[in-house]
């Protein structure tokens, strides 16, 4: 393999599993807040303890996933000025903003108000703790946009002027707007709520098969996300269809690749532009991609709806198929996720802004062994990462409320006294 | 000042406050199975793991929010910088991404030897980051091999220079130091003394490999710098900071110590900054990339700028609330999640 192929491995690989934990992190992220919301807001002691529960719960599987989530998000930051110093070059200028704006304005908040979630249970007042599950929600969807908004220069670029070779801002409002960038960030957030939902479903009902005895707590959570899963699915199937028109203006090759029709009159049209190569992605796998997500999409949305009619008298806990139905419907979304990803990121090679930059010409003077050590490295810790959170979270979606971690405090052993603060 | 210096100071405040948060984070990491480690009464808490926790996730920020700055206000040093050195940044990155995986996920394991694998990343995660940067550190000090065309590429010969194995190695001490540190700030009385002590020995070691350096560099083996007298001026504040936090320790003023360890952490951040201004990254003949050459465009500074006003400020804000929201020494009445 070439450096340039095992940059590209490196990037496909590493982005492709930080994909996975961003999805199920901003899918669970603001069902944990509405529960979160609903325990503090419940009056009924009894009640209030089930959703406080239900809060701890989800909550910590959606910290899990957060803590594998944010270690490979690290890595993902320094990828660009690792691998592909071509693009700093030439747009440095215009790409580092959004990415700066990210981190400073989104970022940092997000992880520093976890952290304060996480360890705030008892020890902040009620509000204050819930508008801290909402700041982290809040900052994690502002996150995702500025991310797409940097994404959607590498697939539409705006608002910028070539001199000597070199990108210049010249519109921020129209790299902030663009259409590559905002339409897809709707996209996934629905997508991201769908796998929240139905992740959520999923384990509740397995938990109805297992014959629970926290029945208040599963049937509420299974009705929230079946509720946000049947909703944010059938509309993600839609915004998905109103990516085609950007895709067509936007990106020709890509649209005339997964409309299977003019690919080498392209071809032959972008030769005489850029000059001679090959500016066709790989073709099978970016159909196989969209036809993936679509059937599955459209099934789930199907499987959620029909579930939530199930809600009514309790048919669906009561008929075990359609529990396990849910249950196996949870990797689905997952897989659509990753389908979608190939579609936006394989379908635009070989460019790495579009039209202007190809993959190859941004490559950093890195040696062929660095590469192909790095990358090693990288993907042996990747997978066995996500194997990790994928053991864990079932582990702990499998023991239920009685084994949450997160928020429980331990008994103080008689006679025993806090220590005084420090300061 | 200019636009662009204030920028290069906000990077330089991003770093140097990853390096005294994370600094101390990775300390803890390195010291955890000696520190705060109780077989008999709690075998699966660590003490000193629980006095990082609630900030641990508000620490590591700080080094993605200066990488997203530096290739927002400085792209063409982002570029040259990182892939020139490759080696280091994919072996901190492997250790943030092992260690921080390790201190989030130990409390999940149920056995004792699950805890014994994490515990291993933990340490790894704390001491490869803290060594490699401290190795960054002596390199931009020394000057890198810059090509012509602008770029350069570490090689081993260029990491094992006495000069700058000695920062790796001071650097990694001093993060441990600051660990014990924080332990000592922050746990009961009975680990705090023990975390004392630790620091004491780990400062004896910073200050003979540090005077390794300081003496290579005197004999014209070490840092080359461009601003001589600057350089001469923040040495010395690094050394008056050491000496303070020792004096600190062993009379027992832990805060006052930790505040000196704090600034030894910070400073060597200012001594390339300052040490080499106007350069940002200096070839080892003495030229390099100026601030000039490395800062972004000027419409994108100034729209940079709008949003840094309006958001620095919320960020020391609210990252100074979590401080303060969990102050005070950890006992068994504090939700323990890590």
């Not at chain 1, 209030?48 to 594998?68: C, D, K, P, S």
């Not at chain 2, 662009?4 to 390096?19: I, M, P, S, V």
């Not at chain 2, 999940?108 to 803290?130: C, E, F, K, Q, Y």
Request: contains cysteine; glycine residues 10%; aromatic residues 12%.
């Amino acid at each position: 393999m070439s450096a340039a192929d095992l940059a590209r491995l490196q990037f496909a690989a590493t982005t492709g599993i930080h994909w996975l934990f961003v999805i199920l992190t901003m899918g669970l992220v603001p069902l944990v807040a509405i529960m979160h919301t609903r325990a503090a807001f419940t009056r009924d002691p009894a009640k209030r303890a089930v959703r406080e529960r239900m809060t701890r719960f989800w909550g910590q599987l959606y910290v899990i996933n957060y803590a594998v989530g944010i270690v490979t998000g690290l890595v993902m930051e320094f990828q660009f000025g690792l691998s592909w110093s071509g693009l700093s070059k030439f747009a440095g200028n215009v790409f580092g903003a959004p990415l700066a704006l990210e981190t400073l304005i989104a970022f940092f908040a997000e992880s520093t108000f976890l952290g304060m979630w996480i360890f705030g249970w008892g020890r902040l007042r009620r509000g204050v703790h819930v508008t801290l599950i909402w700041l982290v929600a809040l900052t994690a969807y502002a996150s995702g946009y500025w991310i797409m908004v940097a994404n959607g220069f590498m697939q539409h670029p705006v608002g910028y002027e070539v001199r000597d070779g070199a990108a210049y801002l010249t519109d921020f409002g129209a790299l902030l707007t663009n259409s590559s960038a905002l339409v897809a960030l709707f996209h996934i957030a629905l997508a991201a709520l769908t796998t929240g939902g139905v992740f959520i479903a999923g384990i509740s009902a397995w938990h109805f098969l297992k014959g629970t005895e926290e029945t208040e707590l599963f049937r509420g959570s299974l009705r929230l996300g079946l509720w946000v899963s049947t909703i944010a699915s059938f509309f993600v199937v839609i915004v998905g269809e109103m990516q085609r028109p950007v895709i067509e203006r936007t990106q020709p090759m890509k649209h005339a690749v997964l409309e299977n029709s003019g690919v080498a009159e392209l071809q032959a049209r972008l030769v005489a532009e850029h000059g001679p190569g090959d500016y066709v992605p790989w073709q099978d796998t970016v159909r196989i991609s969209m036809d993936v997500m679509t059937i599955i999409g459209n099934t789930v949305s199907t499987i959620t709806f029909i579930a939530l009619v199930l809600l009514w008298k309790d048919r669906l806990m009561r008929w075990r198929w359609a529990s396990w139905v849910l249950v196996a419907t949870i990797p689905f979304p997952f897989v659509a996720s990753a389908g979608g990803w190939v579609v936006r990121e394989v379908g635009r090679q070989p460019w790495l802004v579009y039209g202007e930059l190809t993959v190859e010409d941004a490559l950093s003077q890195v040696g062929t062994a660095a590469f192909a050590v790095s990358c090693a490295v990288f993907i042996a810790i990747f997978l066995a990462l996500a194997v990790t959170n994928w053991t864990l979270i079932t582990r702990f979606a499998r023991r239920g409320p009685e084994a949450t971690q997160l928020g429980a405090t331990e008994p103080l052993p008689d006679g025993e006294k806090q220590p005084l603060p420090a300061f | 000042m200019s636009l662009e210096t204030l920028w290069l100071a906000l990077l330089g405040l991003l770093l140097a406050g990853y390096f005294v948060l994370g600094g101390y984070d990775y300390g803890v990491q390195m010291l955890h199975p000696y520190l705060g480690d109780d077989r008999e009464t709690r075998p699966d808490r660590n003490a000193a793991l629980d006095a990082i926790a609630p900030f641990f996730l508000g620490n590591e920020v700080w080094l993605v929010a200066f990488t997203g700055v530096l290739f927002g206000a400085f792209p063409h040093l982002e570029g040259t910088l990182l892939s020139g050195l490759y080696p280091l940044i994919v072996a901190i990155l492997v250790g943030l991404v092992l260690g921080n995986a390790a201190v989030q996920l130990r409390g999940r394991s149920r056995t004792a030897g699950g805890r014994r694998w994490w515990d291993a990343l933990i340490v790894v995660g704390g001491a490869l980051p803290a060594l490699c940067w401290g190795l960054i550190v002596g390199l931009l000090l020394h000057g890198v091999p810059r090509r012509p065309d602008g770029s350069f590429h570490i090689g081993f010969d260029a990491v094992s220079s006495p000069f700058v194995l000695a920062c790796g190695v001071s650097t990694a001490l001093l993060f441990a130091a600051h660990g014990a540190g924080f332990v000592a700030l922050r746990s009961t009385p009975e680990l705090a003394e023990k975390a004392r002590h630790v620091a004491l020995s780990l400062l004896t070691g910073v200050a003979a490999v540090g005077s390794l350096a300081l003496l290579l560099t005197l004999f014209g083996a070490g840092a080359s710098m461009t601003n001589r007298a600057t350089s001469a001026v923040v040495a010395a504040l690094f050394v008056a900071a050491l000496a303070g936090a020792w004096w600190s320790f062993s009379r027992g003023h832990r805060i006052r110590a930790f505040a000196a360890t704090c600034c030894a952490t910070a400073l060597p951040v200012l001594l390339v900054g300052a040490g080499h201004y106007p350069y940002v990254l200096t070839s080892s003949a003495g030229t390099g990339l100026t601030i000039d050459d490395a800062v972004t465009d000027d419409a994108t500074l100034k729209i940079l700028s709008v949003f840094g006003v309006l958001v620095v400020p919320v960020i020391l804000a609210y990252q100074s609330w979590s401080w303060w929201a969990f102050r005070g020494r950890t006992g068994r009445r504090h939700p323990s999640y890590f």
